[in-house]
T-cell receptor, first 112, second 113 residues
């Protein structure tokens, strides 16, 4: 079936550098995308979202880019900090079913 | 405070026993979801409910059952038919409005011995 997937399972980044996490999706009916951050033993926390009528959205230190042509989503974290170490998930929502489907996750390790 | 609460945080059961995980929300959300997460893996959808007294199977519903008798509650029963029940279980809720985020509870770690 159609699903959301990630290219990189683990990303090591130097503190202060920028991080880029990628996500591929295949459901062309998906019109809403979310990035979540999950720390060990906790539930996922919302980071940023984007609707399909946009191609870029910025938050505090984070930017999400959506390329509908190639069905690709990315999360950019500026000036990565030790507190950014976590697993990051992209999720897609198909409006008709209001069902949130998650990708496999990327672990980000920030080196001091 | 508004939020979504899962209990207990840790749960141990003997093989062959059914066990029910609690999920309660006071956010007035219509939709609720149950996900399973295995170590180093992503979240897989077990069941979801968009309205009271209605629910749909997710991708891995076999061996699980749910009920939605009240808007604020969506308990998940892990039955003895579930072959590998040991996992981290996450409950979430969202409004019925299109394109809104889901809020997650802190999870229940179930260990079956």
């Amino acid at each position: 079936g159609e699903n959301v997937g990630l290219h990189l399972p683990t990303l090591s980044v130097q503190e202060g550098d920028n991080s880029i996490i990628n996500c591929a999706y295949s459901n062309s009916a998906s019109d809403y995308f979310i990035w979540y951050k999950q720390e060990s033993g906790k539930g996922p926390q919302f980071i940023i979202d984007i609707r399909s009528n946009m191609d870029k959205r910025q938050g505090q230190r984070v930017t999400v880019l959506l390329n509908k042509t190639v069905k690709h989503l990315s999360l950019q974290i500026a000036a990565t900090q030790p507190g950014d170490s976590a697993v990051y998930f992209c999720a897609e929502n198909e409006a008709a079913g209001n069902k949130l489907t998650f990708g496999g996750g990327t672990r980000v390790l920030v080196k001091p | 405070d508004g939020g979504i609460t899962q209990s207990p945080k840790y749960l141990f059961r003997k093989e062959g026993q059914n066990v029910t995980l609690s999920c309660e929300q006071n956010l007035n959300h219509d939709a609720m979801y149950w996900y399973r997460q295995d170590p180093g893996q992503g979240l897989r959808l077990i069941y979801y409910s968009q309205i009271v007294n209605d629910f749909q199977k997710g991708d891995i519903a076999e061996g699980y059952s749910v009920s939605r008798e009240k808007k604020e509650s969506f308990p998940l029963t892990v039955t003895s038919a579930q072959k590998n029940p040991t996992a981290f279980y996450l409950c979430a809720s969202s409004t019925q409005a299109m394109n809104t985020e889901a809020f997650f509870g802190q999870g229940t770690r179930l260990t079956v011995v």
